[in-house]
């Protein structure tokens, strides 16, 4: 008994300690970044690991307001709302029906929307630029919400269908009884039972569509279009010749101040979804 609890103790030390080193080796490159966003150009070189002296809050002043990190950032927001919210919408209507409609094909149509994982984006690219060229969609936000719709569909689908799947058919049934429709079901039943994957799902897609970059940049090209992680590339690439790393630091901390809210205010409720979607049968 008391080998067993010794084992135990020290598989705990383990695991802490594995948790601790991890913790450590992510805080540090974002601690890190931090200071680095307060650096001038000397002091960057000088002393790239200690505090920043002088700190240069000027640094985000300057690119907010001149280095059009203000419309970039906009833009994200823009584009990331918009997508997201009609990423939920299509992705709740199709795992409904998949889920609780019966319909001959709808095993299929599941593993056709599955099988969207596991197609390599760059094999998109060129297709893609064509039919978008095609429809004269490249440099606007309709084309590029588009292709964001249909690349998050898939594991939107994925991560909805198995909330739905544990939905009671009684309280179903009992609301035909009562007249409901299929969409009055769907709203008034299903959705509220369904949103802690709700949930999950739109804080996956924030972070993911946040972060895009591939297919922003091979879309937009319009300067007054661009989203943050284009912007922050146009950034790096102008001040890469300057060696001026402070300002591009503190774009790469303007961008990261979004999502790093997101997952703080909506942690708990994260982690409770991902459970309740993995305690579920």
Known sequence: MRVKRLRDLGSSVVIQVI???????????????????????????????????????????????????????????????????????????????????AFRGRVGLLFLFIGGLFIPAALLLLPLYLVLSDFNLLDSYAGLVLVYIAYSLPFTVFVLVPFFNVIPEDLEEAAVIDGASHFRIFWQIALPLAKPGLIVATILNIFGIWNEFIMGYLIISDEHLKTLPLGLADILRKHHYTADYGKVFATIVIAMIPVVVVYIVFQKRLTSGLLSGALKE
């Not at 540090?28 to 002296?53: C, E, H, K, Q, Y």
């Not at 001149?66 to 997201?84: D, E, G, H």
């Open 19 to 101: 948790c601790v080193a991890f913790t450590v080796t992510v805080l540090i490159p974002v601690l890190w970044s931090f200071t680095s966003a307060f650096r001038g150009s000397i002091d960057f070189f000088m002393n790239p690991f200690g505090v920043p002296s002088p700190w240069k809050y000027q640094n985000f002043i300057y690119v907010w307001t001149q280095s059009n990190v203000a419309l970039y950032f906009r833009n994200s927001v823009f584009v990331t709302t918009v997508t997201v919210v009609s990423i939920i919408l299509v992705s709740a209507m199709a795992s409904y029906a998949i889920s609780r409609l």
